[in-house]
Structure formats: structure tokens, C-alpha cells
């Protein structure tokens, strides 16, 4: 369907054009004094300047011509020179009948469908899951949903950190804890265990254990950096070991993602891209863009134009060995070469946004993409406490993921209980229990993502939670009221599902509001994906929630006698929860059918 804004545009474009003005002078705007109308054009103001006219002279003209057309109920020419524009209920209606007949509320696919590869949650192997990864594993996971509902071939790259030193670390702290291992036995020449010689939750103790220790004991940190050597370099033990941890890790996470409804297409890793490295340093040195610099190899990526000091790009290090920058450098190459992504998306922590740009400027300048490849950095801000510093556990330690979760749930269980008692429901616990972790995770996602991603926010259990207000448990308790009212309807022997609005009163406000949120959503959907900003959708649907809620408050569904009129509610109210649904599940998020 045609968006509406593109609508009104066109009417406007036109009438324009027939006063004998440019048709650009017909750009239409939602109106940013919805007490005085609902769209604006503020065109007559710049033609004012190229026809060297008085703009109210212009916007008196076009209004002229617009005023007879059937979308409008009003049209208005005010000084200095706008034009404000209400629409009718008739053109209203025939919209929101539309976007109930059609398959995705009639939201037009891309006409050029992109590949677009997005690269988030970056979680790192062996360490536990925590917050920070949260965030990234949130924002991405939507931006992948928008991109899909729009028509495009979005991959999601879940980029495991698993080349680093912390593989040395663990590594290190077994051989001192268990140096009888076969691992560790340099004459060893058969197959290794199939099983690993320990578990997740060994795994996650040994981690911090070895990463504290190196920081007190050099010669254990120079151990550890060795062994990180010897395994990249394809020691056999040492990789054996590898695998088992990357198994062990990836079988939790795949676990804890799950809970979090993310989900990646692809589980590569850091290590995948290390195959492509020498050629990739080859070509950057044969094209002239590396040089040596005190003995390591860098790439310049400074700018005219700078303000700030862009330092070089470091490909490799004095000793040869490899960097993060490589890895990402040659990642760009690996996905390149299998995906041929237009757009490559990381959605990583806003500390990296200069990292990011080095690694971008390096990649376009010794030509690891195509010109009109598009390499975008979505950098988000840190959550903090209540306190306002970075989120820590009660004790002080970083919060670890599933902690987080169950604490939210746990919350929310209370909240849901509370809840059915005041109102003199039965309490099913086991039910309340499934209710709590489906809002639960609204309560999360929607906290996060109704931020705008940059900035940093304060993951406020008590706010997040709460069904008032702007939260996920509030829009999920909007739908869930209207899904209670349809299936009244349905038990008095009605189908919601076939209503069509005929025509509503035009002079009831609240229906007009509601009318006039539930039309934005396809240029909403598009822009928030325009602009990867999932706190475009946030912002909307709890706008269209509280126009319905406000809605309902005033008028009476099934106990209107006028046939015409209760089944034009009825269809407003299928809309509204088609639209919330559809945007929560962009979100990343779902409603319960009670709670
Ligand atoms: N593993 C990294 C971290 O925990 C994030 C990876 C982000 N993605 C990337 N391509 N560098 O900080």
C-alpha cells in the first residue's frame, strides 16, 4: 500500500503544480501542532522565495485546489504560509480497511532487495554471557527483524570471539591444575578424548580465576600468551583442547540465546577468518597501503577533513602476530567473498566506535569492498544500575545474563500474581510461571530498546516490569485486553476477524486518534529501519497504545447497539493489536494469550 504520507504528498504535489508552482514544493509533514491539524505542508514558504511571492498568497492557491479532494475534511492556509491539512473519515476508513485485507498491514516490500549482513552479539568463548552482550544481542536481533519484514536478505553473524587470549589463559590454568592430561603430553601421537575434560560450569570458573591471576603473575601471563602462539600455530593438543571449549561454549550460548528468542544464521568465529590473512597482507603491501612503522605493518587512514587524530591501522604486530583489526579486516574479506553483503551492520559497544572507523577507512582505501558497499557502525551506549555506573550484581560482580533473566522473571511472576488477586482471578502458579518469562522478556527487550541505542540507560528492574507506563509489560497488556475482547465477542457468536469499519463519527476524538496512529505504520517501519533505530517502533507503539487505551476508556465496544458502528470498533481494535503484534515481533518479542 501506498504509505499515507506519500498520499497526501501527491494531492499536494499536484495542486501545486496545477497553481503553476514546482511539484516539490509538495512535501507533507505529520504535524508538529497536532491541536491544530494532522498534516502540514510548509511549502508555500521556500516557493514564496523562487516565485518572489508572499507565501500566504501561495498557500492560499494551493488550498484552493486541495480543498475539494475527498481525503481531506479540512484544508487551511495560515499565516505565515502553511497549510494544515485534516483528513476525512471516509478516506480514514477505506485506508484501515485496506491494511486489514492485505498480508503485512499491506507494508510494500523493498523494490531493490540489499543483502545485509549484521554483526552482533559478539559474545566471547569461555566467558560467561553478560550484559554487554545483552545489548548487542537485543538492538541486532531487531534490526535483522525490520530488515526481513521489509523485504531484504538480512544475515545474522553471531562473530565469536574465540582467537584471543583468554583461549591461553584456560589453556595455562589446566596445565596447572591437571598437567597429567593427554593435552599436555608432547610425545603424543593418537586421537584425543571425544569427551571433554570438563564442563560449562568448570569452564566459566576457571576463566575469571586464570585472567586474575595472570594480572598479579607476569611469568603466567607470558605462559599464557605462548600458549595462545602455540595454538594458532596449530599445536595438535592445544587445538583439541580448543574444540572442546568452543563445543562446550557454543552449546551454552545457543541455550542462553534461545531464551532471549535471538537468533543467529551463522555461528562464525573470529578463527574463520584467519585463512584469509597472509593474502590479505600480501595485496595490502603489493597495493602500496601497508608500510612498516617501527616494525609493525600499519595502513594510514587519516583523512582531509579530520578533526581529530585518526591514528593508523595496525595489520600486524613487530612479532607477526595478528590483531583484532586483522581479524575484522579479513572477516570483511571472508564475508565478501561468500555473501557479497551491499551492507555489512555491527552493532558493538559504542568504545569501539573509533576502532570501527579504522577498520572501515582501512577496508575501503585497500579495497576489501566494493565502492557502494555500505559499512555501518551502531554503537550502543552502556546499561547501567540504578546507581547510574555500569550494571553489577548485588555483590559487585559483573551480572551474569541468566541471572539477570531470572531476576526479571522472578519479579515479574510477583507482579503477575499480585495482579490476578486484586482482581479475584485464580492463581495457576505453573501458568503464572510461563506468563512471567513470556512478559519478562518484554520487560527486558522493550527497556533496551526504547532507548535510543547510543545513549547509555539505567536497567531499572522496577520500572521495566511495571504495567504502566512506557514498558513492554504495559503494550503486551494492551493487546492482551483486546485479544480478551475479541474472544467475548467471539463467545456472543461473532468473527472479529471479518468486521470492516463502515464509517465511524467523525467528531469522536478518540477514535480519530486512534485512526490516525494505527495509518503511520508503514512510515514508521521504514524510517526506523532507514535510520537502524528499533526506538522509532518503541515510540509509536506505545503512542498507538495509549490512543486505544484512551480509545476503549471512552467508548463502549460490545455493548453498542448500532451494528454499523460496534463492527467498525470491532475492526479498529483487530487493526490496532495486528499492528502491535506485528511491531513487537520486530522488536523481538511476543504477547501472552492471558495475563
Ligand atoms: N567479542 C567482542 C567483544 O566482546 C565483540 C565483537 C564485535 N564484532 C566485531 N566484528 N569486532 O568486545
Known amino acids: 500500500m501506498e504509505k499515507i504520507l506519500n498520499i497526501i504528498g501527491s494531492e499536494a504535489a499536484k495542486a501545486f503544480d496545477e497553481c503553476g508552482y514546482e511539484e516539490k514544493y509538495g512535501m507533507v509533514s505529520v504535524s508538529n501542532r497536532p491541536d491544530l491539524c494532522e498534516y502540514q505542508c510548509n511549502g508555500a514558504m521556500a516557493a514564496a522565495k523562487a516565485y518572489k511571492k508572499a507565501p500566504i498568497a501561495i498557500a492560499e492557491d494551493v488550498t484552493e485546489k486541495l480543498k475539494d479532494r475527498a481525503i481531506f475534511e479540512t484544508v487551511e492556509a495560515v499565516k505565515p504560509g502553511f497549510i494544515n491539512m485534516k483528513l476525512s473519515m471516509e478516506f480514514l476508513t477505506r485506508y484501515m480497511n485496506e491494511m486489514l485485507e492485505q498480508k503485512d498491514l499491506g507494508c510494500e516490500k523493498a523494490s531493490q532487495a540489499r543483502t545485509i549482513l549484521i554483526d552482533y552479539g559478539g559474545p566471547n568463548v569461555a566467558k560467561p554471557l553478560h550484559v554487554g552482550h545483552l545489548r548487542s544481542a537485543i538492538i541486532g536481533e531487531s534490526i535483522k527483524r525490520m530488515g526481513r519484514f521489509l523485504g531484504h536478505k538480512v544475515i545474522g553473524d ?9 583461549m591461553g ?6 596445565k596447572k591444575r591437571q598437567p597429567e592430561l593427554v593435552y599436555f603430553d608432547e610425545n603424543y601421537q593418537g586421537e584425543y578424548p571425544k569427551e571433554a575434560p570438563f564442563t560449562i560450569s568448570e569452564l566459566e570458573e576457571i576463566y575469571p580465576v586464570a585472567s586474575a591471576y595472570s594480572k598479579e603473575h607476569p611469568e603466567y601471563k607470558e605462559e599464557a600468551m605462548e600458549a595462545t602462539y602455540q595454538l594458532q600455530h596449530g599445536k595438535r593438543g592445544y587445538q583439541a583442547l580448543w574444540n572442546h571449549i568452543l563445543e562446550i561454549s557454543v552449546n551454552d550460548l545457543k541455550k542462553n540465546y534461545e531464551k532471549l528468542n535471538v537468533e543467529f544464521d551463522l555461528w562464525k568465529k573470529e578463527s574463520d577468518a584467519q585463512p584469509y590473512i597472509p593474502e590479505m597482507v600480501e595485496d595490502m603491501k603489493k597495493g602500496g597501503y ?10 594510514d587512514v587519516k583523512e582531509d577533513g579530520d578533526t581529530k587524530e585518526i591514528p593508523p591501522c595496525m595489520i600486524l604486530k613487530s612479532d607477526g602476530a595478528s590483531l583484532y583489526n586483522t581479524t575484522d579486516l579479513a572477516t570483511i574479506v571472508e564475508r565478501m567473498k561468500l555473501f557479497e553483503p551491499d551492507e555489512i551492520i555491527y552493532v558493538v559497544d559504542k568504545r569501539q566506535e573509533l576502532y570501527f572507523q579504522q577498520v572501515f577507512r582501512c577496508a575501503r582505501k585497500t579495497k576489501l569492498v566494493k565502492e557502494d558497499t555500505s559499512l555501518r557502525f551502531l ?9 547510574g555506573k555500569p550494571f553489577k550484581t548485588r555483590a559487585g560482580g559483573v551480572m551474569r545474563l541468566e541471572h539477570l533473566i531470572q531476576e526479571i522473571n522472578d519479579e515479574m511472576y510477583e507482579k503477575i500474581i499480585q495482579n490476578k488477586m486484586t ?3 485464580e492463581v495457576n502458579p505453573k501458568e503464572a510461571r510461563e506468563t512471567a518469562e513470556i512478559v519478562g522478556l518484554s520487560a527486558i527487550k522493550y527497556g533496551d530498546l526504547s532507548n535510543q541505542a547510543s545513549k547509555d540507560y539505567v536497567f531499572d528492574v522496577e520500572r521495566f516490569t511495571s504495567f504502566a507506563g512506557n514498558t513492554g509489560p504495559y503494550i503486551l497488556y494492551t493487546i492482551v485486553r483486546i485479544k480478551s475482547i475479541l474472544n467475548n465477542y467471539k463467545q456472543q457468536g461473532g468473527n472479529a476477524k471479518t468486521c470492516r469499519a463502515k464509517l465511524f463519527d467523525g467528531t469522536n476524538e478518540s477514535v480519530r486518534s486512534l485512526l490516525l496512529e494505527t495509518v503511520r505504520f508503514h512510515g514508521v517501519i521504514e524510517n526506523a529501519f ?6 522509532k517502533i518503541c515510540s509509536y507503539i506505545y503512542d498507538l497504545a495509549n490512543a486505544f487505551n484512551h480509545f476503549y476508556h471512552e467508548t463502549k465496544v460490545l455493548d453498542e447497539e448500532d451494528l454499523e458502528k460496534k463492527e467498525s470498533y470491532l475492526a479498529l ?3 490496532t493489536k495486528k499492528i502491535l503484534e506485528c511491531c513487537i515481533d520486530v522488536l523481538g518479542f511476543h504477547a501472552p494469550e492471558k495475563m
Open 169 to 174: 589463559l584456560i589453556i595455562t590454568e589446566l
Open 423 to 425: 482482581q479475584n482471578h
Open 290 to 299: 601497508a608500510y612498516f612503522s617501527d616494525g609493525a605493518l600499519v595502513v
Open 158 to 166: 553471531v562473530h565469536l570471539g574465540d582467537w584471543g587470549l583468554q
Open 573 to 575: 481494535l483487530v487493526l
Open 530 to 535: 532507514a535510520d537502524i533505530a528499533p526506538h
Open 379 to 387: 554503537g550502543f551506549g552502556t546499561m547501567n544500575g540504578r546507581d
